[in-house]
C-alpha cells in the first residue's frame, strides 16, 4: 500500500512545470513550492512534467533540480523524480561501482521487483550507461557473490501463485542438508533462490520450518564468521518477506549512531509508491514509535520536510 497522496484536483502539467521554473528563479529556491508538487505526484504525472518542462524551457528538470538544490534534499528530491526503473539503474550502478560483500541493495533491488520491472530496470541501466547491469555485476563482484548475485539480476521469475508442493518438501530438504553442512553457496542453493518463483520459495521454507522446526532465516544467523550469509540471508528475505527486509532496514538506518540518510533515502523513495504503509504500521508496530516521529527526530529542513511528505504525514 502506498503512502503517496496526490490531491483530488491535480493542476495541469503545464501549470506545475511553469510553479517548479518560478521556484527557481530569484535569489533563493522556492523549496516548500518543489515538495508541494513533487512529493505528491504519482510517477505518471512527474515523468510528464519532466516531459512538459524540457518542451517549454528547452531543459531537463533533473539538472535543474540538482543544481539548484544540495545534500540529502537534493538527493532524495533527485531520486523520487526519476522513473521507478531509472531510480533503480541509479541504485544499482551506484551498488556496483562501490560495491562491497556487505552491501545488499543489488539484492533488495533483483530480489523485491516484479519481473517485468527488472527487465525495465535492465534497460534503463542500458539506455544510462551504456553497458549491461550483468555484464558490470560479473566485472565488480567476486567469488561467491558473484556466484549468486548474477543469476539474481538477470532473473525473471514465474509471478503467479501456483506452487508445487512436492518440489518444496524437496527442496526444503535440499536447503537444510546445505545449510546444515554450511554450504551456503552450493549450486542448488543458488539455482533456488535465483530461478524459482516467490510464491515456490515461500512454500519451500514453510516446508522447511514444518519440517525441521526451525526457521531458515535463524538458522542462516547461526554463523556468524560467514561473511556470504548475511546477503543469503536478505536475499531469501527479500524474496518472501520485503517489509520486514524493509522495516529492519529503516530501523538500522535511524538507529545507527548518526543516521544512515543513504538507507533512509533509499527506502523512502523506492517503496512510497510500492508498499510503504505496510512498512510504516510495521515499524510502529516494532518500535513503538510512529515512523513519521522518528524521522522528525533524526532528520531536519527541507530533507525532513519532503521525507514526511512521501510517508504520508504532511501534517506531521
Not at 517548479?20 to 505526484?41: P, Q, V, Y
Not at 510528464?48 to 537534493?74: Q, V
Request: a negative charge.
Amino acid at each position: 500500500m502506498s503512502t503517496l497522496i496526490v490531491p483530488p484536483h491535480v493542476p495541469s502539467v503545464a501549470e506545475d512545470s511553469e510553479q517548479l521554473h518560478k521556484a527557481f528563479e530569484g535569489w533563493g529556491t522556492n523549496e516548500h513550492l518543489i515538495i508541494s508538487i513533487l512529493a505528491h505526484r504519482n510517477a505518471g504525472q512527474r515523468r510528464a512534467i519532466r516531459h512538459a518542462y524540457a518542451e517549454t524551457y528547452g531543459k531537463d528538470l533533473l539538472k535543474d533540480l540538482d543544481k539548484e538544490l544540495s545534500s540529502d534534499f537534493e538527493r532524495l528530491v533527485l531520486l523520487w523524480t526519476l522513473d521507478p526503473p531509472e531510480r533503480d539503474a541509479v541504485l544499482t550502478d551506484e551498488a556496483t561501482k562501490k560495491w562491497t560483500k556487505s552491501n545488499q541493495v543489488l539484492v533488495e533491488i533483483a530480489c523485491t521487483r516484479p519481473s517485468k520491472g527488472l527487465i525495465l530496470v535492465r534497460e534503463a541501466y542500458h539506455s544510462r550507461f551504456k553497458r549491461s547491469l550483468e555484464e558490470d555485476v560479473a566485472y565488480h563482484t567476486t567469488g561467491d557473490f558473484r556466484k549468486l548475485l548474477l543469476p539474481l539480476v538477470s532473473s525473471y521469475r514465474y509471478e503467479g501463485d501456483e506452487v508445487n508442493l512436492r518440489l518444496a518438501k524437496s527442496e526444503a530438504k535440499i536447503l537444510h542438508e546445505k545449510i546444515k553442512g554450511k554450504h551456503y553457496s552450493d549450486d542448488d542453493v543458488i539455482r533456488i533462490v535465483a530461478t524459482r518463483s516467490k510464491a515456490q520459495v515461500n512454500a519451500t521454507l514453510n516446508e522447511y520450518k514444518n519440517e525441521f522446526g526451525s526457521d531458515i532465516i535463524k538458522d542462516l544467523e547461526h554463523d556468524d564468521d560467514n561473511e556470504f550469509l548475511p546477503i543469503l540471508k536478505a536475499t531469501f528475505e527479500c524474496l518472501v518477506y520485503p517489509e520486514n527486509y524493509f522495516e529492519k532496514v529503516l530501523r538500522e538506518a535511524i538507529n545507527k549512531r548518526g543516521t544512515d540518510e543513504g538507507a533512509l533515502t533509499r527506502i523512502v523513495a523506492t517503496r512510497a509508491e510500492v508498499d510503504l504503509k505496510i512498512i510504516k504500521d510495521l515499524y510502529h508496530k516494532r518500535n513503538s514509535v510512529p515512523l513519521h516521529r522518528a524521522i522528525v527526530k533524526d532528520t531536519h529542513g527541507d530533507y525532513e520536510k519532503m521525507l514526511v511528505a512521501l510517508i504520508g504525514e504532511d501534517d506531521a
